[in-house]
């Protein structure tokens, strides 16, 4: 592995998962807890021993360069590295990235100074573990030009997706972008082609592109150079290429999910306090997800009820109930809170006297949820201070708003604090 080079696209301004990414990259949204987007691929990326690593992003990634510089820092003796590349205006191209292609062919001065075999291009949005080793092999094993990573679904929620054909050998033949009705029966292949035993590939007789590409060197820059007008691999480059370039397909069948929108990042945070198996678990021994190492004392917990949760370190939670919920660092939860179905994104850092009384007179509303709050169905993101007595709940149930002066959206009936925000005393959401 040693002769692949990762290229992770940072996504663009992420406007799906406004306002979560108002202040940061998409990559840099937190995750579970404790970690950020970008730590999945990256490390997906370790785990599988490739350790040399681009992050290609253009949109507020200030944040995404602090994470990356503080938590991957490979030894002296290895040439590994993560490293960010942003956009930038030069004579060549006075303007920014234009779509996923665009962005790696910006930089493709500096991909051609690797003596590497294959680019592994990644997205920096998904949620999945996988060893690229398997899949790099593959590539290599059917000589291929391009290998894409597939999934196998089923008739219901095929039309969501772009679709693959692909011939006995696993080629991929035909493309078509969310077909319906015959043209959604015209994409049907043998998926037991490429490993599903039969069962499985009566129930997904389909393949959709996860957004993961290997490229041998010499075809990427190939094709990069000879279409500069095209600026999409998914729906341009790929496509175009199936006819002259042996493209392939690789069956990933395990956990996936695409989390660019607000609903789907709600419901992949909740989904992880599963029992008794949850669909993505962060607890696999031997394929860890890393992030940066924070050195945070322990979660205090103080005459609480908690069920179906997770709790991040350096916590202070009082006398509340917390159900079906993720909190993330440094939260602090006053006594007498419900939180239920609800993400806590937690705090960059703690204020003075960060296990002081809880105090609702102060006229300043401390960090943290304060006294006697409920929230329910919510995101409430970093640093957020929300203040006695306010009611999060949806009450008029409305499935989508915009009230960024008074620091929320709601999204799919989802309520979303912003980063910072100043929830007053009394407050009904």
């Known amino acids: 592995m ?10 663009g301004a992420g406007t799906r998962l406004y306002p979560l990414t108002k202040l940061r990259a998409k990559p ?3 995750l579970a807890g404790k970690y950020r987007l970008i730590d999945i691929p990256v490390s997906n990326c370790i785990n599988s021993d490739i350790l040399k690593i681009y992050v290609l992003t253009q949109f507020n990634s200030a944040s ?76 290599r094993d059917t000589n291929a030009d391009i290998t894409l990573s597939v999934v196998p679904i089923d008739e219901k929620r095929a039309s969501d997706f772009g679709l693959m054909k692909i011939d006995h050998t696993g080629r991929i033949v035909d493309f078509s972008e969310k077909p319906k009705g015959d043209a959604l029966k015209k994409m049907q292949v043998d998926t037991t082609t490429l490993g599903l035993d039969a069962e499985q590939a009566q129930k997904m007789p389909y393949i959709a592109s996860m957004g993961i590409y290997v490229f041998k060197r010499d075809v990427l820059i190939d094709l990069l150079n000879k279409s500069p007008d095209q ?55 031997r394929a860890p997800i890393y992030t940066r190492a924070r050195y945070l004392p322990p979660t205090k917990l103080l005459d609480c009820q908690v069920t179906e ?15 079906h919920s993720v909190l993330g660092i440094r939260s602090r939860v006053e006594a007498g809170c419900i939180i239920e179905d609800t993400l806590i994104m937690g705090a960059d850092f703690y204020e003075p006297f960060a296990e002081r009384q809880s105090d609702c007179d102060t006229t300043r509303v401390p960090l943290g949820i304060g006294s006697n709050s409920t929230i329910r169905r919510a995101i409430i993101d970093k640093n957020a201070r929300i203040g006695c007595d306010v009611q999060i709940i949806n009450k008029d149930r409305v499935e989508e708003a915009e009230r960024e ?11 979303v604090v ?12």
């Open 418 to 429: 912003f980063k910072n925000a100043v929830i007053p005393d009394g407050t009904i959401i």
């Open 231 to 285: 600026t999409d691999f998914g729906k341009e480059i790929i496509p175009a290429s199936a006819k002259d370039y042996n493209v392939q397909a690789y069956l990933y069948n395990g956990y996936w999910e695409d989390i660019g929108t607000i609903e789907s990042f709600y419901e992949a945070n909740l989904a992880l306090t599963q029992q008794p198996r949850p669909p993505f678990s962060f607890y696999e021994e």
């Open 64 to 139: 995404l360069n602090r994470h990356l510089a503080r938590t991957y820092n490979f030894a002296g003796f290895s040439d590994g590295f993560v490293e960010v590349l942003a956009a930038q205006q030069t004579a060549e191209n006075p303007s920014w990235f234009q779509g996923t292609a665009d962005a790696v062919r910006q930089y493709l001065w500096l991909m051609e100074e690797w003596e590497v075999d294959e680019f592994l291009i990644l997205s920096g949005d998904h949620l999945y573990r996988m060893d690229y080793r398997l899949f790099v092999e593959r590539h």
């Open 28 to 30: 840099a949204v937190p």
């Open 2 to 11: 040693k002769r692949v080079l990762g290229i992770i696209l940072g996504g």
């Open 309 to 323: 949760s997770m709790i991040g370190e350096g916590c202070i939670l009082k006398q509340c109930r917390i159900n």
């Open 405 to 415: 002066n008074q620091g929320f959206f709601i999204r799919n009936g989802i309520i």
